[in-house]
């Protein structure tokens, strides 16, 4: 099983649509996430942390279910400028060294 | 005022050749990274140092051999090239070890390597 795993997409959805991701991670110790944007042939951005009460940052929403073990990313009123594929990234703890595990992105496509 | 940047952007080479990229980062960060995205577009981390010091080395051919003069620079050197190199590799940096949620990664914009 994958450490991060996500549905590649790519979703297509209408302008204006909601569309929503999950993202499941496989080590039960992980204590930090993130969404990550990474637009065609550019680096990846930070999108938003996730806390553990999930976090809302204008049209997008983050939330953590630690007993599923998955995180998830809600957009609202799509736009456009929306279209990238979003990365789920989570920060593993072994032996005191900490990783960032990239998932493998969820391509999105809003279409006018 | 560019946080990470990378040289070159685009490096096509030879299969068996030696090749170098560096990155750089003024953001006064500790912890700089190597990441290779290869063509699934798959991150997966190579390397990490922080404060010159090396942390992190993931199951990567000795023929990738990584240098850190000071915490600001963090440069790839590859020995030996091959077809499965071709890759882009992203160097990025983040404040700490990544020990909390504010902890967060900067990317520098990536460097497009083609073997041929």
């Known amino acids: 099983r994958k450490e991060v795993e996500q549905d590649p997409g790519p979703f297509n959805v209408p302008e204006g649509a909601t569309v929503a991701f999950n993202c499941t991670y496989s080590?039960?110790?992980?204590?930090?996430f993130f969404w990550y944007r990474q637009d065609c042939r550019k680096e990846p951005k930070l999108l938003m942390s996730?806390?553990?009460s999930g976090n809302e940052d204008g049209r997008f929403t983050a939330q953590l279910n630690r007993a599923s073990q998955y995180i998830s990313l809600l957009i609202r009123d799509s736009k456009l400028s929306d279209s990238a594929t979003y990365l789920c990234?989570?920060?593993?703890?072994?032996?005191?060294?900490?990783?960032?595990?990239f998932g493998t992105g969820t391509r999105l496509k809003v279409l006018a | 005022d560019t946080a990470v940047s990378q040289t070159p952007k685009y490096l096509v080479t030879q299969m068996g050749n030696d090749k170098s990229i560096k990155c750089e980062q003024n953001?006064?960060?500790?912890?700089m990274y190597w990441y290779k995205q290869d063509s699934k577009k798959f991150l997966k981390i190579m390397f990490s140092?922080?404060?010159?010091?090396?942390?992190i080395n993931e199951t990567v051919p000795n023929r990738f051999s990584p240098k850190s003069p000071d915490k600001a620079h963090l440069n790839l050197h590859i020995n030996s090239l091959e077809l499965g190199d071709s890759a882009v590799y992203f160097c990025?940096?983040?404040?700490?070890?990544?020990?909390?949620?504010?902890?967060?990664?900067?990317f520098g914009p990536g460097t497009r390597l083609t073997v041929l």
């Open positions: 990234v989570v920060i593993e703890s072994t032996s005191g060294t900490y990783k960032y595990i």
């Open positions: 140092y922080n404060n010159k010091e090396l942390i």
């Open positions: 996730v806390y553990s």
């Open positions: 990025a940096s983040s404040q700490g070890l990544g020990q909390d949620s504010t902890d967060t990664q900067y």
């Open positions: 080590n039960s110790a992980s204590q930090s």
């Open positions: 953001l006064g960060h500790d912890t």
